[in-house]
């Protein structure tokens, strides 16, 4: 099991490896290491969040997500999004940010640092929403329950999680942003830049997760519907609609997925040049990491994790909250991808222990109470 699921990683951990002894030595075969790691590190919280949607999909799509989506998050999020930035940012065409890429790295650095702060808003109200929208929501199962109760009853309020977003944008804009640190030791007010990214973010969340939500009711409504009327559907021909709409469905899940992917990515990226600004030696490195992601969430989809332990998805989206503050905090602060990594391997660790002894709790219980079946029946004969 465990091979088929990370056959491919492993598969693309050592090509990557090699591909880096032979662009830059062994040095190169150490920077990737180091990125690859700091891939996975940062992105685990991603993996969860992954695979509570993914086990929704069939396995075709789950499928279309280990393939085509990480050509996506391989080439699209970790290749050609710095480039990207740089060419955006610079008002540059995409020959000349590549080449300025691969042949004046200091320059390239420089370029995508000063977007920096668009970057950390988009992204960071992008997860902020996710976490609001997580945590707003009345759920059978809580696991910090003198929290999420009195924010499950504030969640009833309509838009507030849109609101709380906004007021978080507006006082980052005002407090950070207007002090964003560029090179040369200058500041630059960036408040502008940063309420139009953020907003961007905003609409890009709005968007994409309401489509994906509206089709997702969709295809459950279709679902009822076949199930209670099945006979009539056959000869109506309606199932081949079903199938459309179960596409639509998926289709947008998946988008949903690349795009939440393409918002966890944003402080691999951002981080990455802390330890290169080669920007081959970054795609090998976060790609190999990438792939550990995708692999582990289909992984966890598969094991049936997430419904053994009950508390890892509640952990992982606390880790996006902590993660799209620490992002906002990032347009004027630098903080160091040693604590962004471990506030979220913290947050799922404790989450988990807390599912293990839930679940020991339950075992217990159960027992306990077929001990005392078992004496009554002893008892009556």
Known sequence: MVLKTFGWSFAVTALGLVAAVLYGGWAAFGLVAILSVLEISL????????????KKMSAFWQKIFLTIGILIAVFGMRLVFPVVIVAVSAQLGPIEA??????DKDRYQELVTDAHPSIAAFGGMFLLMIFLDFIFEDRDIKWLGWLERPLAKLGKV??????????VLLISAMTFATHAHQHGGTHVDKAETVLLSGIAGLITYLIVGGLSGYFEDKL????????EQEEEAVRAGKPRSAVVVAGKAAFFMFLYLEVLDASFSFDGVIGAFAITNDIVLMALGL??????VRSLTVYLVREGTLDDYVYLEHGAHYAIGALAMILLVTIRYE???FITGSVGVILIAWSFWSSVRRNRALAAAEGKAGSGDKTEVSSGV
Not at 43 to 53: K, Q
Not at 98 to 103: F, I, R
Not at 220 to 227: A, K, L, P, T
Not at 287 to 292: K, N, S
Request: net charge negative.
């Open 43 to 54: 992105s685990f919280d991603n993996a969860v969040v992954n695979a509570g949607i993914l």
């Open 98 to 103: 590549v080449d300025l890429a691969l042949t």
């Open 158 to 167: 309509d838009m507030l999680s849109v609101c709380i977003a906004l007021i």
């Open 220 to 227: 459950e409504e279709e679902e009822e519907r076949e199930h």
């Open 287 to 292: 790609g190999i990491g990438a792939m550990y």
């Open 335 to 337: 903080i160091n991808e």
